[in-house]
């Protein structure tokens, strides 16, 4: 009797970190705007934990559910996208942060305050 893709043993585990690793890469899409820092760091963790739990289960794919390892999938693809977003967000912040500090400085302050 050979045994279907989708039909749990009984032996099978949830993947460790499996539903962390979503909830943290979801996380990191909505907190991208957070001025790129929380983003950043919330998809940098959810991606470290994903290729723990891919590892894990590369080395023994029969002991976890194929439910946990696509969610650990969509959570290190949704870290991925929160970070791409993060580090856009964070660029895009310190450009605007130069231009104004680069507006106001040259700025002829001297000349305002003396009239």
């Known amino acids: 009797m ?25 996380l ?10 929380v983003g ?9 934990l994903a290729g723990k739990a891919n590892k894990l289960y590369q080395a023994n794919p029969d002991s976890y559910t194929l439910s946990s390892f696509k969610n650990m999938k969509a959570g290190r ?9 993060s580090s856009l967000y964070l660029i895009y912040f310190i450009i605007v942060i130069a231009f104004y500090g680069t507006l106001l400085s040259s700025m002829p302050w001297e000349e ?3 009239q």
């Open 40 to 48: 950043a760091i919330l998809g940098i963790i959810a991606i470290v």
């Open 77 to 85: 693809i949704c870290g991925i996208i929160g970070l791409s977003l």
């Open 112 to 114: 305002m305050m003396n």
């Open 2 to 26: 050979e045994i279907q893709e989708g039909t749990p043993q009984i032996n099978q585990q949830s993947l460790p970190n499996a539903t962390g690793v979503l909830v943290l890469g979801i």
């Open 28 to 37: 990191s899409i909505v907190f991208c705007f957070c001025y790129g820092f």
